[in-house]
């Protein structure tokens, strides 16, 4: 599925309930520069397999609701710039606990207000090169409270 609606720029909105994603290993750039999307969920999404999620929603900026809640990414080894400048406010990383490379994953995510980190641990991470370069000065305060960077 790399780069399956990438720059589809017209795109509002998408129904995308009945994917069958169960047999897929890269996402790469799927939703990349959807400048106009505003709602994604993506609760149905199989991602048992998923390698690589890199810039998954890279520069989507008017996306505002991402669900992904469901997200099963076991099997993730790449989330590089997958959130890189959206508009959501709020983001669930619960998941991405065992990801090393986290590097550039929410650049430039001004909006971003809360972050749900229970169990996300940075301690062997081996890039966090401007992970939150470009966010909000409470939100890195509040990550480097509970992460006790």
Known sequence: MDFMFAECSLIEELN?????TENVTTMESMFSDCKSIKKLNLNN????NVLNMSSMFSGCSS???LNIKNFNINKLDNVYKTF?????EEIDLKYLANIDNKSD???DCKSLKKIEIDNFKINNVDDINAMFSGCSNELIDEIKNHCKI
Do not use: A, Q
């Open 16 to 20: 995308l309930n009945n994917f069958n």
């Open 45 to 48: 999404f199989n991602t048992d």
């Open 63 to 65: 996306l505002t609701e």
């Open 84 to 88: 890189l400048g959206l508009s959501v």
């Open 105 to 107: 994953i929410f650049k």
